[in-house]
């Protein structure tokens, strides 16, 4: 299936607003310290790609709003080329229990709040 310009676009589109919502959510001041906004940016885009996954199977959601959605805003929302950063950056400053408790809740967390949105997004549509 070859990718029309117009499916590019609406991926560049959603990456251009997740990014720009992610940069708003690690600037501003919910979480202290700031590095730990990439990991409320990371568990929340793994809970809204579980939610979004699981509508777009059920409702047979065109393809091009999931692409939108899914590679493009979550693609720009989350950050774990950052959240990998943030980690390693937490060891080589000899915070190195804070770096493997900031992976494991990053990745476990991740994993479990997609699932978690899935399930429970599945649940409210075969109501």
């Known amino acids: 299936m070859a990718v029309t310009l117009a499916e590019t676009l609406l991926v560049?589109?959603?990456g251009a607003t997740g990014s720009v919502a992610r940069f708003f959510i690690?600037?501003?001041?919910?979480?202290?310290?700031?590095?730990?906004?990439t990991l409320a940016v990371n568990l929340a885009g793994c809970l809204a790609i579980g939610i979004i996954w699981a509508i777009a199977s059920h409702l047979n959601m065109?393809?091009?709003?999931?692409?939108?959605?899914?590679?493009?805003?979550?693609?720009?929302?989350?950050?774990?080329?950052?959240?990998?950063?943030?980690?390693v950056s937490m060891?080589?400053?000899?915070?190195?229990?804070e770096a493997i408790a900031y992976t494991c809740l990053s990745t476990l967390g991740g994993l479990?709040?997609?699932?978690l949105g899935m399930r429970a997004t599945e649940s409210v549509i075969n109501l």
């Not at 501003?28 to 730990?36: E, G, R, V, W």
């Not at 939108?68 to 080329?81: A, D, H, I, K, W």
């Open 91 to 97: 060891a080589a400053g000899g915070r190195l229990r």
């Open 62 to 87: 065109p393809e091009k709003i999931s692409r939108f959605m899914v590679s493009g805003f979550l693609g720009g929302f989350t950050t774990f080329s950052a959240f990998a950063l943030d980690a």
């Open 112 to 115: 479990l709040l997609c699932f």
């Open 26 to 37: 690690q600037q501003s001041a919910l979480i202290s310290p700031k590095t730990y906004n």
């Open 12 to 14: 560049a589109l959603g």
